[in-house]
């Protein structure tokens, strides 16, 4: 149900983009990107509800990342700004429905994820 595009290499200070497109999103889903580094737990990067465009970020990308969604569309976007080596990982779109707000940031509360797209920044 979801595929992540737009990863790549870039050097630091570069900009990224990337995109999930979504087979199917109810009115309740929360959408979510993750990252996972190797060796590393998937961590938390960004989350958007699709009911109220309310945006939660991980602290390590505030004021460098943007989450943005096209409900027409059925696309969730990843901005990423002034890329750090640090933001290397493999970056996971997710989706889950009835999310509370206290379980954003926990990747067991997604139930559906894409298969990822990876993301390299050399220094």
């Known amino acids: 149900q979801l595929q992540a595009s737009g990863g790549g290499l870039v050097q630091a200070g570069d900009s990224l983009r990337l995109s999930c497109a979504a087979s199917t999103l109810s009115f309740s889903t929360t959408t979510a990107w993750f990252r996972q580094a190797p060796g590393k737990e998937r961590d938390f990067v960004a989350a958007?509800?699709?009911?109220?465009?309310?945006?939660l970020y991980a602290d390590s990308v505030k004021g460098r990342f943007t989450i943005s969604r096209d409900n027409a569309k059925r696309t969730i976007a990843l901005q990423m700004n002034s890329l750090g080596p640090e933001d290397t990982a493999v970056y996971y779109c997710?989706?889950?429905?009835?999310?509370?707000?206290?379980?954003?940031?926990?990747?067991?509360?997604?139930?559906?994820w894409g298969p990822g797209t990876q993301v390299t920044v050399s220094s």
């Open positions: 997710a989706a889950g429905d009835r999310i509370i707000s206290s379980r954003i940031g926990v990747a067991d509360a997604y139930d559906y």
């Open positions: 958007i509800s699709r009911r109220s465009g309310t945006t």
